[in-house]
């Protein structure tokens, strides 16, 4: 049950033109930097991303907007990138967005079986127009269905070659449900290290749900926002 | 004198009991962290997966994989947990949050909110904004009374995209702390040295002083 890879580019050669991506990450944490990396260089294009954030102008997603890879993207936050802004006003891009926390049990439910869920979140809103609403115990429900992807691109900080995967800190995110709701789901890890090397008691993806594995190199980790105190 | 963010803060934070796990938003609702009292136990949510959020680093302690929900570098607690992003709404939507305090754009009469779009103009994203308010029964929205342009954000309905129906119960603005009930905002609490008239003639939705008005302590 080997299933590493060279390297990003081998891991993403058969992402096609028109693919549905998911890409883990909140923000720039905890994103596929290598996997963003060989997709700009794979040149593929026509693409719809799932992804919580667009990344920002130059760096994460934000570099396949600037070479217009993206067709369309589902997000729930994208305020920090101002090509972003500027496609979607000029109508080169298409967005849907979606509710933080719809997003991700859609994204769980994809990888669950469950095909739709009732949620309170966003009834009376824009956001449940022409979808099922129900009264259940006097409060109101809007139906939500799965979010599934052709691919999916996640980040962990530990792996093992059968592809468990451990996370670290707030790069958790996204991550562990999108690597439940590809049918070909890529990650990319800082460590990569024999079966036997993780603990099982701390595994947080296990390996049935990882399709390739592969060790990431260069990673950036850029900050957004960083604070400070003084000491 | 009208409030400054920071004393909008303070205000707030008095609403804060031991035993508290807490969502704050990003903007005035933050600062509410620095104004937590003495000796008492409120544990902060970040919805992008921890809970035990502690204050921003030093240099040496920042961490890239260690971030609140508005991207800034955070610290964990003793007692710390992380967890995903659909374990984190599930705390939301599942009600275990006690309180919740965010910022908006317009609150209407009826407790209406809209925080997250200006149509033509403004496209970020509501974030997780829906889901808060529509499972937390404990939301106070932490906002100025007027936009920049001088207008009253307190409205008899939202003119901009909704983000909750009828979800909102109290708000404090830099003028006062009010309570959304049977259709009005009921002012409950004046800023100190702020004219009732003031009040009045920067609040465009329906107004009732209440008769056990009181200044704000701080």
């Known amino acids: 049950m080997n299933k590493v890879v060279k390297n990003a580019d081998e891991a993403v050669k058969d992402i096609p033109n028109g693919a549905t991506l998911m890409l883990g990450g909140f923000g720039l944490c905890g994103i596929p930097e290598n996997g963003i990396a060989a997709l700009i260089r794979k040149g593929v294009t026509g693409l719809t991303c799932i992804s919580n954030n667009a990344g920002v102008d130059d760096f994460g997603i934000g570099l396949m907007l600037k070479t217009r890879q993206v067709k369309r993207m589902i997000s729930s936050y994208v305020g920090e990138n101002a090509e972003f802004e500027r496609q979607l006003l000029s109508g080169e891009l298409e967005v849907e967005l979606i509710p933080q926390g719809t997003l991700a049990e859609r994204v769980r439910a994809g990888g669950a079986g469950i095909p739709a869920f009732f949620t309170p979140t966003g009834y009376g809103t824009e956001v449940a127009e022409g979808k099922e609403t129900r009264e259940i115990g006097g409060k109101m429900y809007v139906l939500e269905k799965w979010l599934k992807a052709d691919f999916a691109l996640v980040k962990a900080w530990k792996g093992d070659t059968m592809g468990n995967l451990i996370y670290k800190g707030t790069a958790r995110n996204f991550n562990p449900m999108m690597a439940t709701a590809g049918k070909i789901v890529i990650a990319e890890v800082e460590e990569l290290v024999e079966p036997g090397e993780l603990d099982p008691n701390q595994i947080h993806t296990p390996g049935i749900y990882v399709s390739r594995i592969f060790k990431g190199e260069n990673y950036e980790k850029r900050i957004e926002q960083r604070t400070v105190t003084k000491s | ?218």
């Open chain 2, 1 to 218: 004198m009208p409030l400054d963010k920071f004393s909008i803060a303070k205000r707030i934070a008095k609403e804060l009991r031991d035993g508290y796990y807490v969502n704050l938003g990003i903007g005035i609702p933050t600062l509410v962290a620095n104004y937590i009292p003495e000796g008492m136990d409120v544990v902060l949510q970040s919805e992008n997966g921890l809970l035990g959020m502690g204050p921003f680093p030093v240099e040496s302690e920042v961490d890239a994989d260690l971030i609140n929900a508005g991207k800034q570098t955070v610290t964990m607690l003793k007692g710390a947990s992380l967890f995903s992003s659909a374990d984190s709404f599930a705390m939301i939507r599942g009600s275990h949050v006690d309180l919740t305090v965010l910022g908006a754009m317009e609150i209407a009469e009826n407790g209406d909110i809209a925080n997250w779009k200006i149509p033509g103009k403004m496209v970020k994203g509501m974030g997780g904004a829906m889901d808060l308010v529509a499972a937390t029964e404990n939301i106070i929205v932490a906002m100025m009374q007027t936009n920049p342009k001088g207008e009253s954000k307190l409205l008899p309905a939202c003119t901009l995209p909704l983000t909750g129906k009828a979800c909102i119960t109290r708000v404090c603005t830099d003028l006062g702390f009010y309570e959304i009930k049977d259709g009005a905002f009921h002012l409950i609490e004046i800023a100190p040295d702020v004219m009732v008239e003031e009040v009045k003639a920067k609040t465009l939705g329906k107004l009732v002083i209440s008769d056990n008005l009181k200044v704000m302590e701080l």
